[in-house]
Nanobody, 128 residues
Framework: QVQLVESGGGLVQAGASLRLSCVASGSTFSRYGMGWFRQAPGKEREFVAGISCIGGSTAYASSVKGRFTISRDIAKNTVYLQMNSLKPEDSGVYYC?????????????????????WGQGTQVTVSS
């Protein structure tokens, strides 16, 4: 079982950048596929970006492609989400997710039901 703790959220103006971090503990981090999801008030949680367990395959929501980058540092048990050119519509609570299903070894999970472990979330607010 893995525990996830996100950090790095905050209040920024449109066009700014933020880097979110998710530190994993309690299990072998390298065995997990990882994802970032977000939820805005009154909306369903949506996939933002993900990275596979092996091979470093990545996937992004179309709304963030070209602006966000997901990466992982195995030595630090951390997955990052670099967010550039932020827009007000990027606002929401950002959640880190992990799963060690064989299905996510070389493929990125883009549905929240593909992940068993979740962090508590970090708030991102982008003002116009």
């Amino acid at each position: 079982q893995v525990q996830l703790v996100e950090s790095g959220g905050g209040l920024v103006q449109a066009g700014a950048s933020l880097r979110l971090s998710c530190v994993a503990s309690g299990s072998t981090f390298s065995r997990y596929g990882m994802g970032w999801f977000r939820q805005a008030p009154g909306k369903e949680r949506e996939f933002v970006a993900g990275i596979s367990c092996i091979g470093g395959s990545t996937a992004y929501a179309s709304s963030v492609k070209g602006r966000f980058t997901i990466s992982r540092d195995i030595a630090k048990n951390t997955v990052y989400l670099q967010m550039n050119s932020l827009k007000p519509e990027d606002s929401g609570v950002y959640y880190c997710a992990a799963d060690r299903s064989p299905a996510l070894v070389r493929r990125v999970g883009i549905r929240d039901d593909e992940y068993d472990y979740w962090g508590q979330g970090t708030q991102v607010t982008v003002s116009s």
